[in-house]
């Protein structure tokens, strides 16, 4: 079975501009996270969708939003990018809204805002 | 607030040694704690978790964690380490919902 899929694998960015993330969750998945993690240090956590509602929100200016597909693919979207949003970003899914269901990763989307 | 810390940014092991990273955690309740592993190009992988019942949990690839309640703790183990250990290693605790917040990581370097 495939896991959990991002695109692209890397986007160069210019401040001020726009940008989107796309992530497809494994089969049979229902939730989808995402994450900031930026260089040295850990990921965090920015939203969470399950069956296309918003569960969850991190601390993320109004630039930052998602939406979750009927399919329950996943899109992340930047407005005015900032050269502080460079960053790896993280898709995860899982079968459930709670943490007692086992998130798994992407590999990542890398995010470089010159 | 829920926090997690991780007191050592980067711990070298020689080959077959044994490892122990730290891990302290600031929660309200009861936590659910992870140990999350990441490779360079690659996403994070679970290694363990907890959620309640017996204080000693075991994960995938050797390694063992152990909750202590009493010093806020959940310090992962593995009794002899391999050079493919050499990674990043995340521990976090989950909040509302699947969020998880992470503490900064540790990177591990094995020596031969």
């Known amino acids: 079975d495939a896991g959990v899929t991002q695109s692209p694998t890397h986007l160069i960015k210019t401040r001020g501009q726009h940008v989107t993330l796309r992530c497809s969750p494994i089969?049979?998945?229902?939730?989808v996270s995402w994450y900031q993690q930026v260089l040295g240090q850990g990921p965090q956590f920015i939203f969470q969708?399950?069956?296309?509602?918003?569960?969850g929100r991190g601390n993320f200016p109004d630039r930052f939003s998602a939406r979750q597909f009927p399919n329950y693919s996943s899109e992340l979207n930047v407005n005015a990018l900032l050269l502080g949003d460079s960053a790896l970003y993280l898709c995860?899914?899982?079968?459930?809204?709670?943490?007692?269901?086992?998130?798994?990763f992407g590999p990542g989307t890398r995010l470089t805002v010159l | 607030a829920q926090s997690v810390t991780q007191p050592d940014i980067h711990i070298t092991v020689s080959e077959g040694a044994s490892l122990e990273l730290r891990c302290n955690y600031s929660?309200?309740?009861?936590?659910?704690l992870f140990w999350y592993v990441q490779s360079p190009g690659q996403g994070l992988q679970l290694l363990l978790k907890?959620?309640?019942?017996?204080?000693l949990v075991q994960g995938i690839k050797g390694f063992e964690a152990e909750f202590k309640r009493s010093q806020s703790s959940f310090n992962l183990r593995k009794p002899s380490v391999h050079w493919s250990d050499a990674a990043e290693y995340f521990c976090?605790?989950?909040?509302?919902?699947?969020?998880?917040?992470f503490g900064k990581g540790t990177t591990l370097s094995v020596s031969s």
């Open positions: 995860a899914s899982s079968l459930g809204a709670t943490a007692y269901n086992e998130q798994f």
């Open positions: 089969s049979g998945h229902k939730s």
């Open positions: 969708y399950y069956e296309k509602e918003e569960r």
């Open positions: 929660y309200g309740a009861t936590p659910y």
């Open positions: 907890y959620f309640s019942g017996d204080t």
């Open positions: 976090a605790v989950g909040a509302q919902g699947t969020a998880l917040i």
